[in-house]
């Protein structure tokens, strides 16, 4: 609003100066117009005064200057009546001295028309009056007069021209004074208003309460208004973040270049028995239990610039004990920090080396007694000691739950294997043919007895992979195949090259079965560990099995550099694995 006032200051200055102006003009117009009045009257009568000059003279001279006069006359009298408001007592002043005029020169024509002097003397005497009353009349009257109307016109022109001079100087320079006054008072305000912003933006870096808010509706104030709702936002994500790094499992603390540690949460207390006030400046290496290559490392890690890094280290309890701890550290080049955050794996670590154990066990412990258990009822099955039938049932049926019993095993510890990355493959020529022949011999008695069609189909076919593997996916996939299918049913069994992305070309097999199928939200999840299908009708024979196989599977798949998967069919599942083919016995 302020900033309006000088604007007004302006308007007025300039309207009071056009008004001014305006009468300025109106004054010389009216002082021009009476200098013509006042001349047409003084050219009147020196027209008159020249008829009047000539009246001695010769009749040739004086008709000459008779007409000359008139004619003069005539113009001065036309250009003062455009001079002349109608009506006015000028125009009547006008008229009177042109019919004066208009009679005189009638009385001129007739002292020209004559040579008595009889007539012609009184005529002169008339004319000489005519004259007088030109001369001497209104003319010399009103001529005095509109000079003196010129005189003023111009006096009061330039008197309202200098007062325009005058309240263009003192209007401006008032204007200009008020103008930086009020500039001075707002850039004051607005210098202050702006100063309490930055008192709030140092206060909110302190972390210190704000100072009283910016009233009104400006930029400023909505400013204001802005970083207050902004500094509410950061003090309420600062809260938050502070109270998960408070009520953080994990140990949470940031550590300089030196190794000392400068900042920490209250888990310290829980995972190594030391407060915050033990922990704050001293150094991380007093907290580490053995010291060794990879301590050293992890130690002098904290001097380099690194983004991230990634470590386990055993830390020393308070109370002597041993922590294991797992870290990821993440260097912060602007705070010249890093800032880790430490979970206790001492737990996982104790189960790990319970699984281990169990592992060691089932290898060592359980397998050796369960394959010598096996080679018993082999050996019972297959002698001829005279045993009654129901007991070599019964031993028939404790070889095929021994063999159950060593194929789980064995497949606990391929899962291991596998787990640890220490599963590996012997790669050489494999045909196909020859591992389809093996799932005829291992699977054509199982199929017999469920009813179940075996159909494997030949094929000239040479793979690259590790023939042992390669038998037990098959054998896995299509024992399955067999398990899920139900009497009458038909298992097929084969193989096709099948384009890809890879530098080599592939071999697709596939295992079709037409039992009862598995679920779409199911064909994934099929490969996990110990999946079982959902639907009761499979559930009876899914407990025949591990839930180990099809994991495995898909690991030895993968271990030649192919890919496995399920596919629903509107009777059945098909199974399809890819390997890298090597030749073909046709080439």
Request: aromatic residues 6%; proline residues 2%; contains cysteine.
């Amino acid at each position: 609003m302020l900033a309006i006032v000088p604007l007004a200051m302006q308007l007025v200055l300039l309207l009071w100066m056009a008004d001014l102006q305006s009468k300025a003009e109106i004054q010389l117009g009216q002082a021009t117009r009476s200098k013509k009045i006042a001349d047409h009257m003084s050219s009147l009568m020196a027209v008159t005064y020249f008829v009047a000059k000539h009246a001695d003279d010769d009749k040739e001279s004086q008709k000459k200057a008779a007409h000359e006069s008139a004619v003069r006359m005539h113009d001065i009298f036309s250009q003062l009546k455009t001079l002349v408001e109608p009506k006015s007592e000028l125009a009547a002043t006008v008229a009177r001295s042109e019919a004066t005029s208009l009679k005189m020169y009638e009385i001129f024509d007739k002292i020209l028309a004559t040579d008595d002097r009889a007539i012609r003397n009184p005529l002169w005497i008339e004319m000489r009056a005519r004259v007088k009353e030109m001369l001497y009349g209104d003319l010399l009257n009103t001529q005095k007069q509109y000079e003196l109307y010129a005189k003023q016109g111009v006096d009061t022109e330039f008197k309202l021209r200098q007062r325009f001079h005058d309240v263009a100087l003192f209007g401006g320079a008032i204007n200009l004074l008020l103008s930086g006054g009020l500039a001075l008072f707002l850039a004051s305000n607005i210098a202050r208003r702006l100063k309490r912003l930055d008192d709030n933006n140092i206060r909110l870096a302190s972390n210190l309460p704000l100072g009283p808010a910016i009233a009104g509706s400006d930029e400023i104030a909505r400013v204001d208004h802005t970083f207050r709702q902004m500094a509410k936002a950061l003090r309420d994500t600062a809260r938050k973040e502070h109270q998960v790094i408070e009520g953080a499992r994990d140990w949470i603390c940031s550590i300089d270049k030196s190794g000392r540690i400068i900042a920490t949460n209250p888990a310290c207390l829980k995972m190594l028995g030391y407060t915050t006030d033990e922990l704050l400046g001293a150094r991380l290496v007093n907290f580490i239990s053995a010291e060794n290559a990879l301590t050293e490392q992890f130690v002098a890690g904290f001097a380099n610039d690194r983004e991230e890094q990634f470590a386990d280290i055993q830390l020393s309890h308070k109370s002597n004990g041993k922590v294991d701890t797992s870290w990821s550290i993440q260097w912060s080049e602007s705070e010249q920090t890093s800032f880790c955050v430490v979970h206790d794996v001492s737990e996982r670590r104790a189960a790990e080396q319970l699984r281990q154990e169990v592992l060691h066990m089932v290898s060592h412990d359980l397998r050796t007694p369960l394959s010598t258990l096996g080679n018993v009822f082999r050996f019972l099955s297959q002698s001829d000691s005279g045993l009654v039938e129901k007991t070599k049932t019964y031993i028939q049926l404790g070889e095929r739950n021994v063999v159950r019993l060593i194929a789980m095993v064995n497949d606990l510890l391929d899962i291991e294997k596998i787990r640890s990355g220490k599963m590996l493959i012997e790669k050489e020529a494999v045909p196909l043919d020859e591992c389809f022949q093996a799932c005829i011999e291992a699977l054509l008695p199982a199929a017999e007895q469920a009813g179940v069609r075996l159909e494997v189909d030949p094929t000239a076919l040479i793979v690259s992979g590790d023939a042992d593997k390669i038998d037990r996916v098959i054998i896995n996939l299509t024992a399955n195949a067999i398990r899920y299918s139900k009497s009458g049913d038909t298992v097929r069994v084969y193989a096709e090259p099948s384009a890809s992305d890879c530098e080599y070309q592939m071999v697709t097999v596939h295992v079709i079965d037409q039992g009862l199928g598995i679920a779409e939200d199911q064909l994934d999840s099929v490969f996990e560990r110990f999946h079982q299908l959902k639907d009761e009708k499979s559930a009876e024979r899914s407990g025949l099995g591990s839930g180990l196989g099809l994991t495995i599977c898909k690991a030895f798949v993968e271990l030649h550099g192919g890919r496995i998967w399920a596919t629903r069919l509107p009777q059945g599942t098909q199974f399809s694995f890819t390997l890298p083919l090597l030749a073909s016995r046709t080439n």
